[in-house]
């Protein structure tokens, strides 16, 4: 029996789970006005959890041996426990989105760009937003409220309200 949003828990998750992937991909999505209201705290959990977990980095330094046997001392950062534990719930509320081939950029070009990178999506959200609200949560002084939704009327076809809810 369908709940909220008209839908079955399984469908409404899914539809959540994409919404909140293309908000955050894309920053600006047009939806209708219940589909936002319901997707505004979903996404914002997420961005919270990304905020507060961002710079828990690990660095530790490996040695190599090159071909002529020379060491070469390198530092390598990797994610730590906490950052760990909260990428792994974001990708499990999100789903997995790729890098897009620019119009006239040739293939090489595109893979030479997105070689290092595996998960896009969780790279835009813990290197771009989060440092982002972070700055702006020490500025302001207010954690959250990272999403705006702006009413656009009914749609023509049904009569839904339509909205736009973007990342601010």
Known sequence: MPGKLGRTSKERNALLRNQASQLLWYGRI???AAKAKELRPYVEKLITKAVNTYDDNIEFEITKTDKKGKEIKATNIKDGPRKL???RAIMAKTYDLQEIKGFNEKKSAYKERTK???HPLMDKLFNELAPKYAARKEE???GGGYTRIYLLGERRGDGA???VIELV
């Open 116 to 118: 290092d990178v595996q």
């Open 161 to 163: 309200e339509t909205a």
């Open 30 to 32: 047009e939806t209708t």
């Open 140 to 142: 302001v002084g207010q």
């Open 85 to 87: 534990a909260a990428r």
